[in-house]
């Protein structure tokens, strides 16, 4: 069956559709597209699947009205009453070639998985590179900080001392002699070099059994010793030592967090630096053993400290000396974290004093106080955040000439609040010979201003 159809009447273009069927042979549907205008078509091309074909019944249903009656494909050519003529083609069992659809350069999915997969690849590396350029920035302010570390040990290095102390014992009636390790640093003192450690270090040894070692490999002994039991401080003088002096700096204006630089002997191992931060200030309670320590007031540090430590300098980062390393908490005998050194205002105070008068003269109050007072006693100076209670004042002392009274409450001394009793001991300590101090009182509820005049202690 032959059917010429047509589109709607309003299109430019017209389709024409043959389809092509006989029985128990298997169809096929051409189609193309002709340029048709609406009164005429000026040829048809129809393919069959069989060579038998029969005309197209009259008057068929939407068949185009000019073949209403009929058309014989025995002749090659026929007409119609108008006179225009149709030809008709055999049909041939030749496969015709269908117009060729345009070319679409479509990738094929192994193509674009992997072009998928390069994509994702060269993602993650530009993420690799962004990230590496990320943390080279970061990476330049530590590096910045390492190398102020370097500049910081490099200079104050060449002043640190590497000191050996030969000491013997008598323990139990049997003479035991050994090796110990500690350190210093070289200070200016009064116009002089001195190197400034720990009493403990060179404790029970001779000044010719004492060797000190400069970080150039030099070789010195010291000839004269000064030492304060009551603060662990000690200073050695050595003729002709041509070594640089440390700047000191100020541990008044050290705070807690800021970075801190320990050089010192650890083990014997010779100007080993430690890096770190200030952990805490004010420790004045420590128990060190069998070394009784009076006066406390001790900065807490993280860099490590360990047995040869002692006596050597905690900086700064601007290379100045803030502490003098001393003790370390710990239950092992080596680092914990927990390392403790002496304000270098405090060291340099009572070194100052050991190198003018051979000892250290310490200033005296005269009064006896309440170690075990604290805020939960205040009471109605409940308001008070801490002070000293005075359980007896001596006679004749300067606290009595100051008219301080038992039970009065120190709340202030020279300007600074008192913490506790061990904060008072220490502020009055350190507080030079014939200094007039002012002082606030608390007493029945009120506050008193008093000024006191220290006198030696011994």
């Not at 910045?144 to 640190?160: I, Q, T, W, Y």
Request: hydrophobic share 35%; glycine share 10%; net charge negative.
């Amino acid at each position: 069956m032959v059917q010429l159809l047509r589109s709607s009447e309003s299109d430019a273009r017209r389709r024409l559709s043959c389809m092509l069927r006989q029985s128990g042979v298997r169809s096929f549907a051409l189609s193309a597209v002709a340029a048709l205008t609406f009164a005429t078509c000026n040829s048809a091309t129809a393919q069959t699947a069989s060579r038998q074909s029969h005309a197209p019944p009259a008057n068929q249903s939407g068949a185009y009205e000019r073949h209403s009656k009929g058309v014989s494909i025995d002749s090659p050519t026929q007409g119609n009453a108008s006179g225009e003529t149709y030809q008709l083609m055999r049909p041939s069992l030749e496969r015709p070639s269908l117009p060729t659809p345009p070319e679409i350069s479509t990738p094929s999915l192994g193509s674009a998985l992997g072009s998928s997969a390069g994509d994702a690849s060269a993602m993650i590396d530009q993420q690799r590179e962004a990230l590496f350029e990320e943390l080279a920035e970061e990476f330049n302010a530590f590096d910045r900080l390492g190398r102020l570390v370097r500049k910081v040990s490099h200079l104050v290095k060449p002043s640190v001392i590497h000191i050996e102390a030969h000491k013997t014992e008598t323990n139990n009636g049997k003479y035991e002699s050994y090796d110990e390790a500690g350190s210093g640093v070289v200070v200016a003192i009064s116009g002089g070099l001195w190197i400034l450690t720990n009493r403990h270090v060179i404790q029970g040894a001779r000044p010719n059994e004492i060797m000190l070692r400069s970080s150039d490999g030099r070789q010195f002994r010291p000839a004269q010793i000064y030492t304060d039991e009551g603060t662990d401080v000690a200073v050695m003088q050595v003729t002709n030592m041509d070594l640089p002096a440390a700047h000191v700096g100020d541990s008044e204006s050290v705070g807690i967090g800021d970075f801190t630089i320990a050089i010192g002997s650890p083990f014997g191992l010779s100007h080993s630096v430690t890096f770190g931060i200030l952990s805490a200030k004010g420790r004045r309670d420590l128990s060190l053993g069998d070394k009784k320590i009076d006066l406390q007031d001790f900065f807490q540090t993280d860099a490590a400290i360990n047995p040869g430590n002692s006596g050597g300098p905690l900086l700064n980062l601007r290379g100045e000396v803030i502490g003098l390393n001393t003790a370390i908490a710990s239950s092992s005998g080596g680092s914990e974290g927990i390392g403790f050194a002496i304000p270098i205002n405090m060291a340099m105070r009572v070194a100052d004093e050991l190198v003018r008068y051979g000892r250290y003269r310490r200033g005296y109050l005269g009064v006896v106080l309440d170690p075990d007072f604290g805020p939960q006693d205040l009471g109605a100076a409940a308001l008070l955040r801490g002070g000293a209670l005075v359980k007896t004042v001596h006679r004749g002392s300067p606290a009595a000439k100051a008219n301080l009274q038992r039970g009065d409450i120190i709340v202030q001394f020279n300007g600074t609040n008192v913490e506790n009793d061990d904060h008072l001991v220490a502020q009055v300590g350190m507080t030079p010979i014939g200094s007039h101090i002012p002082m606030v009182i608390h007493r029945d509820g009120k506050n008193y201003r008093a000024e006191v005049e220290l006198t030696d202690l011994n």
